[in-house]
């Protein structure tokens, strides 16, 4: 490539170069495409060297709303399903989507833009841009828990591997999304400096990432001898706006019990149900859970299994109980991080933009373990599984094994959401070291060890069962222990690094 030319790419072209940049972001998003992780933001840091602050700005939105053009489509069938068929609403989602995430690229710009332009040494600039866009993928994730749809996180191209996350022990999905942002860095300077060693330290920084994966196996490996946990997985499918009269609701719940039947001769220690399994709350004299519980009289068993907890007036809670005696044993655990649009109505202070859902999902305080019969469980549920800080303190409270509970049906026209709910699972079964099972009711279900490696995988538009078997593991990685420890690095090296950045170099 003519290096001269990337000095000289008029403005034109560089917003070319930032559209490109959207696009491979969407490619790495929609197909979990690894080799895009590395490369998707090369485009835009090379459109944003020797401009003035606010053509970068503008560079940064472009790449963010191409991005959600092509990652936000899903919108147009899950908002007019749930806005009763008013397609304008789904429409002015849509765009308002586009636009919000083209802020949260250009909000990244903000913070690239002097670490792309300064006058530090290559391994120092490329470390800043790095650390920058570390610390700004950490903040979206953390404080945007509801719209998981808004976190440009570079590591969700890598979850369809299991060998390329394994750094996760160390720091989670961001450490990750670190070395891919610091490989997109080291790439985008050497094809804009006149030096080509510096592809070799491009090289050299992508080798010390595939290291970290090695030594992550070494440090922490896969248990020996470890006790199974017999789990059975009841996923009754039901359409998400399945109407329940007298008829439907009769039929719905005999064909739940034949499942419950069916997987009982299993003999499982624990049967995992999906999340709001029936549109009625949880009450002790249920006759449907009173017969499914009642099923498990002559074996050691007990149920996960998500309903809703009355609230006050249309506030309910979005709930996972475990059962073993309706009037014996029962645990609850209520999510903590409602999805926007659906279960909380997107806002701005108290001021209502969109209405949602005709209820409101309160959201639960604390984080629970199930004592299960089959073994201690960490339960999160649905968009949860998405959400890192959802995960923190399972294992310090001894969980061997984690769960996640969901409903996909809302955004089952979206394959690729479906699976990178689904494989978003595999990132924490890593991090945290512990087998991971996960229950969705119309979309993907299945298991993962705490290596990563896919126990089982399964899809179905009827209702199916299924057994797996997890081990039992109280291992407590470092991330488990510090999840912030490498926020914290990443926020110090932007430290040392912000005092030569008043004099960034002349445009």
Same mark, same amino acid.
Not at 18 to 36: E, F, K, Q
Not at 132 to 159: C, D, N, Q, R
């Given at each position: 490539?003519?290096?001269?030319?990337?000095?000289?790419?008029?403005?034109?072209?560089?917003?070319?170069?930032?559209?490109?940049?959207?696009?491979?972001?969407?490619?790495?998003?929609?197909?979990?495409?690894?080799?895009?992780?590395?490369?998707?933001?090369?485009?835009?840091?090379?459109?944003?060297?020797?401009?003035?602050?606010?053509?970068?700005?503008?560079?940064?939105?472009?790449?963010?709303?191409?991005?959600?053009?092509?990652?936000?489509?899903?919108?147009?069938?899950?908002?007019?399903?749930?806005?009763?068929? *008013?397609?304008?609403?789904?429409?002015?989602?849509?765009?308002?989507?586009?636009?919000?995430?083209?802020?949260?690229?250009?909000?990244?710009?903000?913070?690239?833009?002097?670490?792309?332009?300064?006058?530090?040494?290559?391994?120092?600039?490329?470390?800043?841009?790095?650390?920058?866009?570390?610390?700004?993928?950490?903040?979206?994730?953390?404080?945007?828990?509801?719209?998981?749809?808004?976190?440009?996180?570079?590591? *969700?191209?890598?979850?369809?591997?299991?060998?390329?996350?394994?750094?996760?022990?160390?720091?989670?999905?961001?450490?990750?999304?670190?070395?891919?942002?610091?490989?997109?860095?080291?790439?985008?300077?050497?094809?804009?400096?006149?030096?080509?060693?510096?592809?070799?330290?491009?090289?050299?920084?992508?080798?010390?990432?595939?290291?970290?994966?090695?030594?992550?196996?070494?440090?922490?490996?896969?248990?020996?001898?470890?006790?199974?946990?017999?789990?059975?997985?009841?996923?009754?499918?039901?359409?998400?706006?399945?109407?329940?009269?007298?008829?439907?609701?009769?039929?719905?719940?005999?064909?739940?019990?034949?499942?419950?039947?069916?997987?009982?001769?299993?003999?499982?220690?624990?049967?995992?149900?999906?999340?709001?399994?029936?549109?009625?709350?949880?009450?002790?004299?249920?006759?449907?859970?009173?017969?499914?519980?009642?099923?498990?009289?002559?074996?050691?068993?007990?149920?996960?299994?998500?309903?809703?907890?009355?609230?006050?007036?249309?506030?309910?809670?979005?709930?996972?109980?475990?059962?073993?005696?309706?009037?014996?044993?029962?645990?609850?655990?209520?999510?903590?991080?409602?999805?926007?649009?659906?279960?909380?109505?997107?806002?701005?202070?108290?001021?209502?933009?969109?209405?949602?859902?005709?209820?409101?999902?309160?959201?639960?305080?604390?984080?629970?373990?199930?004592?299960?019969?089959?073994?201690?469980?960490?339960?999160?549920?649905?968009?949860?599984?998405?959400?890192?800080?959802?995960?923190?303190?399972?294992?310090?409270?001894?969980?061997?094994?984690?769960?996640?509970?969901?409903?996909?049906?809302?955004?089952?026209?979206?394959?690729?959401?479906?699976?990178?709910?689904?494989?978003?699972?595999?990132?924490?079964?890593?991090?945290?070291?512990?087998?991971?099972?996960?229950?969705?009711?119309?979309?993907?279900?299945?298991?993962?060890?705490?290596?990563?490696?896919?126990?089982?995988?399964? *899809?179905?538009?009827?209702?199916?069962?299924?057994?797996?078997?997890?081990?039992?593991?109280?291992?407590?990685?470092?991330?488990?222990?510090?999840?912030?420890?490498?926020?914290?690095?990443?926020?110090?090296?932007?430290?040392?690094?912000?005092?030569?950045?008043?004099?960034?170099?002349?445009?």
């Amino acid at each position: 490539m003519n290096i001269t030319v990337l000095h000289t790419c008029t403005l034109k072209q560089r917003f070319l170069l930032s559209v490109l940049s959207g696009i491979l972001m969407a490619v790495l998003v929609i197909l979990n495409n690894p080799l895009c992780s590395f490369i998707a933001l090369v485009p835009l840091i090379i459109a944003m060297h020797k401009v003035r602050f606010r053509q970068a700005l503008a560079l940064g939105f472009v790449s963010g709303s191409v991005l959600s053009l092509f990652t936000s489509y899903w919108m147009l069938y899950s908002v007019t399903e749930f806005s009763n068929g *008013k397609w304008f609403v789904a429409a002015g989602v849509y765009i308002l989507s586009s636009i919000l995430l083209g802020l949260v690229l250009l909000l990244a710009a903000a913070v690239l833009y002097k670490f792309v332009n300064n006058r530090h040494s290559f391994l120092l600039r490329s470390l800043g841009i790095a650390s920058a866009w570390a610390v700004f993928e950490f903040l979206f994730s953390y404080f945007l828990t509801g719209s998981f749809w808004f976190h440009p996180a570079l590591y *969700k191209g890598l979850v369809s591997t299991n060998f390329l996350i394994q750094p996760a022990v160390f720091g989670g999905g961001i450490l990750i999304s670190f070395f891919c942002a610091w490989v997109n860095a080291a790439l985008a300077l050497a094809l804009l400096a006149p030096h080509r060693k510096y592809f070799g330290y491009t090289v050299l920084i992508f080798a010390a990432f595939l290291g970290l994966s090695y030594a992550a196996l070494l440090i922490y490996p896969e248990p020996a001898d470890a006790e199974k946990a017999r789990i059975a997985v009841i996923n009754t499918n039901q359409p998400v706006h399945q109407k329940w009269d007298e008829q439907t609701g009769n039929q719905a719940v005999q064909e739940m019990l034949r499942l419950n039947a069916e997987a009982t001769k299993l003999n499982a220690g624990l049967k995992i149900w999906t999340e709001a399994v029936v549109p009625w709350t949880y009450r002790k004299d249920d006759d449907f859970l009173n017969a499914i519980v009642g099923a498990d009289s002559s074996q050691n068993s007990g149920h996960i299994i998500g309903l809703l907890t009355d609230g006050a007036g249309t506030e309910f809670y979005n709930s996972a109980y475990y059962l073993e005696d309706m009037h014996g044993v029962v645990q609850r655990y209520d999510k903590r991080f409602p999805l926007a649009y659906a279960e909380v109505p997107l806002s701005i202070g108290a001021m209502p933009l969109l209405k949602g859902a005709d209820m409101i999902i309160r959201p639960g305080q604390h984080s629970v373990i199930f004592n299960t019969l089959a073994g201690r469980a960490g339960i999160t549920v649905c968009n949860e599984s998405l959400v890192d800080k959802a995960y923190y303190g399972l294992a310090e409270q001894h969980a061997d094994f984690l769960v996640v509970i969901s409903n996909d049906g809302w955004i089952g026209n979206s394959d690729y959401l479906l699976r990178q709910h689904f494989y978003s699972a595999r990132m924490h079964a890593v991090a945290n070291r512990k087998d991971i099972v996960v229950n969705s009711n119309l979309g993907y279900s299945g298991a993962f060890s705490s290596m990563g490696i896919e126990l089982l995988k399964r *899809k179905e538009e009827n209702g199916f069962v299924e057994q797996v078997s997890l081990s039992k593991n109280d291992t407590m990685t470092f991330y488990a222990r510090y999840p912030l420890f490498f926020i914290c690095f990443y926020l110090l090296s932007l430290l040392l690094l912000i005092y030569p950045l008043n004099t960034p170099k002349k445009v």
